[in-house]
């Protein structure tokens, strides 16, 4: 195949964003903290930090690590890291030393950017594994430092910048979990994430008129991929914010007029029982997301009934297809209050038995996909790698069910499955059913060692304050009349909080660590 014109064809992140720029210009991209970026100041910024990264030392390829909370720099070590051909590689603000170190280990990396905040782990975990140099993502001063070079006009002139890459290159490497075994990084390139883009903003319906608030993290590949990068291509100017604290989420939706937002359950869940949500104007709320976990339907239904001028879009997918890959559209939650949707544009899905035939309509079977948005692969790891695309498609995790127009509903994650003697029983189904009594605020539903069931149904539960403390009884009595019985919560927790990540995602390999020496107790079905 000839390569004449190859580079006129191109299309990378890089790309993507010069034409945002070109078309945009001096309208609002971004702002953060007081600074306020034009699309033709943030497309300068990203070439300035890019010929920074490059004239420290570093090649097209190398690894690049990002550790920090959300700030306009850090949006731009992204964007300079894409167009200059080196590899993006965010890590969770609130990972340790030896989690750092892991992952400078296992991705080779040759950088790590750190907040000055986080600047003694960073050494921690740089001073571990020799080789890596260091440098800051906002501290404004110093010899290696994005915001720095993002104000410095020095960085403007030199040769076009990324001439170099290609759409099928790697640009950033995303770590997933580790909740079964040690992270993994998953390999996306250009073509992978613009794809995805593009699935986004037709599913999502992003218009050049809505006005966005970012407050989720930015690496997270949610916030990341399936709403800030995509409506930046799109015109839409977002606000950013370092953290999504529910008073300062309700506050700028009304003060800013933001139509279009963001967050996953348990972040939904905080700001339905803040009292601000009652006392503020958030008429302007066109369209609200959820997603990254399961939104129960309880929670959903109250959603709606407060916001009955926002349309509802439950977003589907994960980490290794970019992420965004079934979607709920508003019209459909009225029939499927409990569904993911079906497959975006750019995606094909299936749910399957152990031998990879499709399953009867309303039987459980696994979620696979085919699509130009997957990943490459996991960095290092062929064999991870062969199981994930073991038949030619790429296998989930996840557990569903899919009726006769192709409407999926996840059932729950393989590991959130309770096998209680030889029964399998979905976590969520009985979640759905606790979160219908009035005394709850959050549970979780987990297994627990059993002598009899070797393992057994276990719930955890927040109250709300008007809760009486003694309510396990009451709750037991609720569910009884919901669920099967060998559904039933054989022990019930009270407890006050729940463990998340910094991203809002419930952590229930912690609590299945916390009661994993424990046995299910006298309370709840025999």
Not at 113 to 130: I, K, M, S, T
Not at 308 to 318: L, T
Request: aromatic share 6%; proline share 7%.
């Amino acid at each position: 195949m000839t390569k004449t014109g190859a580079r006129a064809r191109r299309n990378t992140i890089g790309d993507a964003l010069s034409r945002a720029a070109t078309r945009f210009r001096t309208s609002q991209a971004l702002r953060f903290a007081g600074r306020d970026w034009s699309y033709a100041a943030l497309d300068a910024a990203a070439t300035r930090v890019g010929r920074c990264l490059l004239a420290a030392g570093l090649v097209p390829g190398d690894r690049v690590v990002a550790y920090g909370r959300n700030s306009d720099a850090y949006l731009l070590l992204w964007l300079g890291c894409a167009r200059a051909g080196l590899v993006h590689v965010p890590i969770n603000f609130a990972l340790t030393p030896k989690e750092v170190e892991y992952v400078l280990r296992q991705s080779g990396a040759a950088l790590l950017l750190h907040q000055p905040a986080l600047a003694a782990a960073a050494e921690a975990a740089r001073g571990a594994v020799p080789g890596v140099r260091g440098g800051t993502i906002d501290a404004g001063e110093g010899p290696l430092d994005i915001l720095a070079a993002a104000l410095d006009p020095r960085w403007d002139a030199g040769e076009p910048l990324g001439e170099e890459v290609e759409d099928e290159d790697l640009v950033q490497i995303m770590y997933t979990s580790g909740t079964t075994g040690a992270p993994k990084g998953a390999m996306m390139s250009h073509r992978a994430l613009l794809t995805e883009y593009l699935s986004t903003i037709i599913e999502l319906e992003m218009a050049r008129d809505d006005r966005a608030l970012a407050a989720l993290p930015l690496y997270h590949t949610a916030q990341m991929h399936a709403f800030t990068m995509p409506q930046l291509l799109q015109g839409i100017p977002t606000l950013l914010i370092d953290a999504p604290v529910p008073a300062t989420c309700l506050e700028l939706i009304e003060r800013e007029r933001i139509t279009g937002f963001f967050a996953p359950p348990t972040v939904w869940i905080s700001l339905l029982q803040h009292p601000d949500f009652g006392r503020r104007d958030l008429s302007c709320l066109r369209k609200v997301y959820y997603g990254a976990s399961i939104m129960p339907v309880p929670v959903l239904q109250e959603l709606r009934a407060r916001l009955p001028g926002a349309r509802p879009f439950n977003c589907y997918g994960q980490t290794e297809i970019a992420p965004l890959a079934t979607v709920l559209r508003p019209e459909e939650h009225e029939a499927r209050p409990g569904s993911i949707g079906r497959p975006v544009l750019n995606v094909e899905t299936r749910v399957v038995d152990a031998e990879m035939r499709d399953v009867k309509p309303g039987e459980r079977g696994e979620v696979i996909h085919r699509s130009p948005q997957l990943l490459l692969g996991y960095w290092n790891m062929p064999e991870e790698t062969a199981r994930a695309f073991e038949g030619g498609w790429f296998h989930s995790g996840d557990v569903a069910t899919i009726d006769e127009e192709g409407y999926l509903a996840i059932v729950d994650r393989t590991k959130d499955l309770i096998n209680t003697g030889g029964v399998l029983v979905a976590s969520r189904e009985v979640e759905e059913a606790l979160f219908t009594h009035p005394a709850v605020a959050e549970v979780a539903v987990i297994a627990v060692p059993d002598p009899k069931w070797i393992e057994a149904v276990a719930a955890v539960v927040v109250l709300r304050p008007e809760a009486p403390a003694d309510v396990e009884a009451a709750l037991l009595a609720h569910a009884r009349g919901l669920l099967a019985p060998y559904k039933l919560p054989k022990r019930i927790i009270v407890a006050e909080s729940l463990p998340k990540n910094t991203a809002g995602k419930l952590l229930k390999r912690e609590l299945r660590q916390l009661y994993a020496g424990t046995e299910s107790g006298a309370l709840g079905a025999g």
